[in-house]
């Protein structure tokens, strides 16, 4: 059987569109209309007899065959790319990359937490990290564009491919806030926080779930101020005294001196869990296995409350 001839330049149109999701992002970028563009990708496929995109729907989203070719492709141009730094003496060592999808509602700095050990690892790990809604991500990791997503629930069984959710570990939460409003709710902590003006994750969250179920089985109800998908912005607003905020314990000391907050009471069993999710069930990625290994560090093992 003769193998077909490949022609890179349909090939890199292939992996630019891939890339960014759709035509017109890359026609913009490569400065060619998205007519040229649609036809080098379809001579492709002609090429090498499979179908790399799904038209169907919105969007271009990636068939199996897709993900597999452009996987391979980038592996191509980045290998191109690091022969001609080697011919022009910029060295001539290939850097392991990983791309890393977190969803916003997982605190930043448990996220960083687990990713330190690779970067560290791995000197010359190349990270790239993106952050939006769970299904955003989840539809990234599918089309290839993400090698992991880090999250606070598991991935649902209706993704259209098939998803492997690897448990890192379970925080429980600290409620903080400004130091004065802090020393005025610790006394009687649970019952303080009934009418107190609190910030709270999205209500669509996994963690967002978890605290409700704790106030009700307390049968609490504090005022909710604020709503954030950003766990970030949402210490920021505690830290400008808006209201009191949850903090996982693992990152607790950290996110205290960083935004100057003050524990209220003690931990409590109304945290989340951080799941890895990844296309294959064995990470074969070493940075993975080295965020696996060391996640128990970071998830190490508090006294909770009620």
Not at 55 to 81: D, N
Not at 90 to 97: D, E, I, W, Y
Not at 284 to 290: D, G, K
């Amino acid at each position: 059987m003769t193998l077909p001839h490949l022609n890179y330049h349909h090939l890199r149109l292939f992996w630019e569109v891939a890339r960014s999701g759709s035509l017109r992002s890359a026609a913009a970028r490569l400065h060619l209309s998205q007519p040229t563009i649609s036809a080098q990708i379809k001579a492709l496929e002609m090429t090498l007899d499979e179908k790399l995109f799904d038209r169907s729907g919105r969007g271009m989203k990636l068939t199996p065959a897709g993900r597999m070719v452009m996987e391979c492709s980038g592996e191509i141009f980045s290998l191109g790319s690091e022969m001609l730094r080697s011919l022009h003496g910029f060295g001539n060592v290939r850097p392991l990359r990983l791309n890393v999808g977190i969803t916003d509602s997982l605190p930043k700095l448990v996220a960083w937490r687990l990713i330190r050990p690779a970067v560290k690892a791995f000197p010359n790990l190349q990270l790239s990290c993106a952050e939006g809604h769970a299904q955003e991500l989840l539809g990234q990791l599918a089309s290839g564009r993400l090698d992991v997503v880090l999250s606070d629930e598991a991935a649902p069984s209706s993704m259209p491919v098939k998803a492997f959710n690897h448990l890192l570990g379970e925080s429980p939460v600290v409620f903080c806030a400004v130091p004065a409003l802090a020393k005025k709710l610790s006394t009687n902590f649970p019952a303080s926080l009934k009418d107190a003006p609190v910030l709270l994750p999205a209500s669509r969250t996994a963690w967002r779930h978890e605290l409700d179920r704790w106030f009700d089985s307390h049968r609490i109800r504090p005022r909710v101020v604020a709503e954030f998908d950003d766990a970030a912005l949402m210490k920021t607003a505690a830290a400008d005294g808006m209201g009191l905020t949850p903090i996982a314990a693992a990152v607790l000391d950290e996110a205290v001196d960083r935004y100057g907050l003050m524990s209220v009471g003690r931990p409590v069993r109304c945290g989340f869990s951080c799941y890895l999710i990844t296309l294959e069930r064995a990470m074969r990625h070493p940075a993975l296995e080295v965020i696996a290994g060391e996640s128990k560090s970071v998830f190490s093992t508090s006294k909770t409350g009620s």
